[in-house]
């Protein structure tokens, strides 16, 4: 594709960077196929070709209008395109460098500046999160049906039935203590049955932000599967989130400040010869994986974050790997929809890898047609384009329920509550049901 960037862009590092991104594109239109957001709205403007024409034509000074964010903000970022388009085009990283300009040419609604800080003010978080989290379930009982679905459910952690009920009231209020008070605070221990890291092989496992406070089992049971394999995992000392909630809302340097706070927080232990950082949620995969390429004009975090990148690893990758023989799982007759989530197919390459491991320890994986699209959850997604978002849900819950699963599984957070909201059979993450068949004590 011919460009003329225009000089204000031109020599900049995103500049260029767009300016290579755009002349890989040949209007070819393969990607149109699997845009999930062209499937539902047949215009041009609101696929992945029709976004990358508004993208140059604003990055060669053209008038920018309120209707360029539309259709950019209707983008999953899902990156099935990506895995289509037969150029090579990265257009995950060319969208995120046209929102990023387009946040300084037009100014959102006072309501959409609202919603988006408060999304980056509370779910990376994860003390905010609990607390939000707490105060909706204990109101849960009074609200309309809709909004009941919309509350996550509770787990009930294993940390939670060890703890005496006033260090629980003492959390639960703790962020908005003062500083003072919230020193005395006792800190709550989250993995009271974590084994003890006693094997010579050791990786770190990333907690997440939703994740640690709605879905902890899923790195439960990685901790106790993995030390079946004889691999130590060490959660990742003083985690905060990946970023991705930042830079997906364009604000991108908010978004390199946690990158740069994992990183000084990880490197001791990285250094001291972990083999992988472990992640159990593809979209924080995703995240890390492009630590090396977002920090990479760093000077000081540029080596570094390539190196948490080349670390990280989903656990799929991890038990794709091993022998799996000694879990004798009796899963004969239990059928299983995997719902893979776009950030493991198209963003991390890893289509196949989970629906393979649930094969050899003998689930009985039901066909789920168009696969490849995503469910509507994206991040925040759900939030900022609920009428969207509950298309494709309904969309994807139809095909993951037409051949009568026992239970729907997934490798994200994001789409396990995004499911789990209607559907009619159990919806769990891959590994929970792994787990569940087993001993682990």
């Known amino acids: 594709m011919q460009t003329k960037i225009a000089e204000l862009f031109k020599n900049t590092e995103n500049g260029k960077e767009a300016e290579a991104i755009l002349r890989r594109c040949v209007h070819c239109g393969f990607c149109t196929a699997t845009c999930p957001t062209y499937q539902l709205l047949g ?31 209707r983008c999953l970022t899902c990156q099935s395109c990506e895995t289509t388009c037969p150029s090579g085009v990265r257009y995950a990283r060319l969208i995120d460098i046209g929102r990023e300009v387009l946040q300084t040419q037009v100014k959102r609604p006072l309501k959409d500046r609202l919603i988006r800080g408060a999304l980056r003010k509370i779910i990376p978080y994860p003390e905010r999160f609990r607390l939000l989290l707490q105060v909706a379930q204990f109101i849960k ?60 092989r050791k990786m770190l496992i990333f907690p997440g932000c939703a994740q640690s406070v709605v879905k902890r089992s899923a790195n439960d049971y990685a901790v106790k599967i993995l030390d079946r394999l004889g691999i130590s ?15 997906h809302l364009s604000a991108h340097e908010e978004g390199l ?39 990479k004009q760093d000077q000081d975090y540029a080596q570094k974050a390539a190196r948490v990148s080349a670390l990280s690893k989903d656990i799929s990758e991890i038990l794709a790997d091993e022998d799996l023989g000694f879990l004798a799982l009796n899963a004969a007759g239990k059928k299983v929809a995997f719902q893979s989530p776009c950030t493991l197919q198209h963003g991390l390459q890893l289509a196949g890898v989970v629906e393979k491991i649930l094969s050899q320890l003998g689930f009985e994986l039901t066909s789920v047609t ?26 994807k819950l139809h095909a993951l329920q037409q051949g009568n699963p026992d239970v729907i599984v997934t490798a994200n957070i994001g789409c396990h509550l995004h499911l789990e909201k209607n559907a009619q059979v159990p919806v769990k993450h891959w590994l929970e049901l792994v787990g569940g068949l087993i001993q682990l004590e």
């Open 43 to 73: 215009d041009e403007l609101d696929g992945p070709r029709g976004r990358i024409y508004l993208i140059k034509q604003m990055l060669e000074g053209n008038a920018v209008t309120a209707k360029t964010q539309l259709h950019l903000d």
């Open 370 to 395: 168009d696969s490849h699209l995503c469910c509507g959850s994206a991040g925040t997604y759900s939030v900022l384009q609920p009428e969207l978002s509950k298309k494709l849900e309904s969309n």
């Open 233 to 247: 995992l060490i959660e990742a000392p003083k985690s905060n989130c990946c970023g991705a909630v930042s830079h």
């Open 141 to 200: 009982p009074v609200l309309s049906q809709n909004l009941q679905k919309k509350i996550p459910q509770d787990e009930k952690p294993e940390w939670s039935k060890h703890t005496p009920l006033n260090l629980k009231i003492a959390d639960f209020i703790k962020p908005a203590l003062p500083k003072k008070l919230k020193l005395k605070v006792p800190v709550i221990d989250y993995n009271p049955h974590w084994p003890k890291a006693i094997h010579s």
């Open 257 to 295: 400040n946690f990158m740069r706070r994992n990183i000084n927080a990880w490197w001791p232990t990285i250094e001291s010869g972990v083999e992988a950082i472990i992640v159990t949620a593809s979209a924080c995969g995703v995240m890390l994986k492009d630590y090396g390429e977002l920090l």
